[in-house]
């Protein structure tokens, strides 16, 4: 079956604008987590979000970063007001749930703010 | 804190030669111990999984091990392909149902002809 999917896979963007990536999780995973991986760093989670329970945000760096999850399958991480320092490749794993040692990456969506 | 950290930070080898990869963690209590491999531009592949039980697992050419007495995990790689050019991430889970496992920084190889 197919794997994660985010789009887009490159984002270059200005500055002070927002940007929303996207992640679509793979079939029956209900279990939806973002990370943030900058260059030479390792993976930094963001949020996770599990079935129809609230949201662990606990990882989101600032109050310019958001996630949602419609349906409970496709998910949306929307930075606001971008700064130089949001550059990095943004990466959404899924899993099972129970499962979290078996997550399963998307491509990743470089971003880079000029 | 939890933490794992990986040596060497880059390596790079003649094709056809071996490898190993190095990770130490400091996570407790362990669940579990994962190697990812990640190539340029794309997202992490589980290569193998441990947990406490487990001193080695193999899949192909990696081999990886385990010691949870030391907290050591390391990463074989037998007669290496250009293909091996990647990142290659130590992950480890604790144990009591944490969700999120924290991430080894990476070892970069590069596999040249």
């Known amino acids: 079956g197919a794997g994660v999917s985010q789009s887009p896979s490159n984002k270059v963007t200005e500055k002070g604008k927002d940007v929303e990536l996207r992640c679509d999780p793979i079939?029956?995973?209900?279990?939806l987590y973002w990370y943030r991986q900058s260059l030479g760093q390792g993976l930094e989670f963001l949020i996770y979000?599990?079935?129809?329970?609230?949201?662990?945000k606990s990882g989101l760096p600032s109050d310019r970063f958001s996630a949602e999850r419609t349906g409970g399958s496709v998910s949306t991480l929307t930075i606001q007001r971008t700064q130089q320092e949001d550059s990095a490749v943004y990466l959404c794993?899924?899993?099972?749930?129970?499962?979290?040692?078996?997550?399963?990456f998307g491509p990743g969506t470089r971003l880079t703010v000029t | 804190k939890n933490q794992v950290e990986q040596s060497p930070q880059s390596l790079i080898i003649l094709e056809g030669k071996n490898c190993t990869l190095q990770?130490?963690?400091?996570?407790?209590?362990?669940?579990?111990l994962r190697w990812y491999k990640q190539d340029t531009g794309r997202g992490p592949v589980s290569l193998t999984i441990?947990?406490?039980?487990?001193n080695t697992k193999s899949n192909g050419r990696y081999t990886a091990t385990l010691d949870a007495d030391t907290k050591q995990s390391s990463l074989h790689i037998t007669a290496s392909q250009l293909s091996d050019s990647a990142s290659y991430i130590c992950?480890?889970?604790?144990?009591?149902?944490?969700?999120?496992?924290?991430f080894g920084r990476g070892t970069s190889l590069i596999v040249h002809p």
């Open positions: 079939s029956g995973h209900t279990a």
């Open positions: 979000f599990q079935g129809n329970s609230a949201p662990d």
């Open positions: 441990m947990t406490f039980s487990e």
């Open positions: 794993a899924s899993s099972l749930p129970q499962r979290s040692y078996e997550q399963y």
């Open positions: 992950v480890v889970s604790a144990a009591g149902g944490s969700y999120i496992p924290t």
């Open positions: 990770c130490n963690y400091t996570v407790s209590p362990f669940s579990n």
